[in-house]
């Protein structure tokens, strides 16, 4: 048997999963104390402060988790010698930079991209390509970018791309590089041969014999839903934990103190990794450090560091990988990295 694979498990026996459903119901009741009750319930503070934050990050990440469990359900139904084909060679900077293209074209949120990225590790991507893939993509979706352009302009916006990017390919490299180094377990499983065959007739064959009756894609929906579930399990506590910090921390303290300082480049680095918010929560008070607190290295590291510490991140690289060496190198290898970029972005 798969050492790597978790026991086989009868219905009977299975465990209800505590997080999942108490993060879930909490969320519910929250949003909607919010849609049925509004801003003026008689309500604590604070309790009103968490119901509106979720009510505005379900509202704004709604679509691109419904676009994550679709396309984890595509990745499910699509052979492993095109998804290895599309992503090149594991292993191999081609192989690194098509999958930090691969991140950055995708229009999904950071959670969302979570989805598809382990997918694409369970269907063979080396680890390289899946870090490349996860670091390089979770704010530099199409939809992010061009809000992110018109909250800070092209210039900054466009350096932050190619920056983000550069980290990306950066990081993949050095994983693959570790894992022929035996320093960090390789991908059980990755594919046997090592040159991919062309897509296009693998593509092309794929959609012709395609099933697109309601009843197949409705059966696509449902498998996404399901394989996405444990990437919904820390995301929903993740809402929750963040809610709680926006209802603690009062927020012009937290604009006020990251200037463009080594303290304050250190200081943005503790919120992003308190403050657990999707990436469409973190491109607007990104934006907001570059422009009220002028320090565009702040806001480079906000926007990155939420990535390379995000909780759920890590936990959800360990449940896919079975390593937790693997899952803590994401910050070990990025930081470093993020940080320098930060303090000369705050020098020019």
């Known amino acids: 048997m798969n050492h790597c694979s978790p026991p086989q498990v009868t219905p009977s026996k299975q465990r209800p999963d505590y997080l999942l459903w108490t993060s879930a119901s909490l969320v519910l009741l929250l949003y909607l104390g919010q849609l049925l009750l509004g801003p003026q319930a008689s309500l604590p503070g604070w309790l009103l402060i968490m119901a509106s934050g979720i009510y505005e990050l379900i509202n704004n990440m709604w679509w691109g988790l419904v676009m994550a469990v679709i396309t984890v359900g595509l990745l499910d139904r699509i052979p492993r010698d095109l998804v290895i084909s599309a992503l090149g060679q ?16 995708l229009d999904l949120c950071s959670h969302g991209i979570l989805m598809v990225g382990t997918k694409l590790y369970e269907r063979g991507a080396s680890l390289g390509q899946m ?21 800070i302009g092209w210039g900054w916006t466009l350096s932050f791309v190619v920056l983000s990017m550069a980290i ?23 594919a046997t041969h090592q040159s991919p065959a062309p897509i296009a007739p693998q593509l092309a064959s794929l959609i012709k014999q395609a099933d697109y009756s309601p009843k ?17 399990r820390w995301l929903l506590f993740g809402l929750l934990l963040a ?48 422009t009220r607190a002028a320090a565009p290295g702040n806001s480079f590291t906000f ?3 939420g990535v390379a510490t995000d ?17 803590l190198f994401l910050p070990l290898l990025t930081l470093p990295q993020v940080l320098v970029l930060g303090y000369w972005l705050n020098q020019i």
């Open 216 to 232: 197949a894609l409705g059966k696509l929906l449902w498998d996404g839903l399901k394989q996405s579930r444990m990437v919904f």
């Open 131 to 151: 870090m490349a893939f996860l670091i390089a993509s979770p704010w530099n979706s199409l939809s992010l970018t061009l809000i992110l352009i018109s909250l």
């Open 311 to 327: 909780y759920t991140e890590v936990m959800v690289i360990k449940d896919t990988s079975h390593s937790w060496k693997i899952a």
């Open 90 to 105: 594991g292993g191999s900077l081609k192989g690194v930079v098509r999958a930090t293209c691969a991140g950055v074209l």
């Open 243 to 290: 809610t709680a910090i926006r209802a603690t921390v009062p927020m012009d303290t937290y604009q006020t103190l990251f200037g463009p300082t080594a303290i304050g480049l250190l200081l943005t680095l503790v919120a992003a990794t308190l403050i657990e918010v999707c990436s469409e929560g973190s491109t607007p008070i990104a934006a907001d450090i570059l």
């Open 303 to 305: 926007l990155m560091a």
């Open 168 to 190: 990306g390919v950066m990081s993949g490299i050095i994983f693959d590089a570790l894992v022929r180094r035996k320093v960090l377990p390789g991908n059980p499983h990755k």
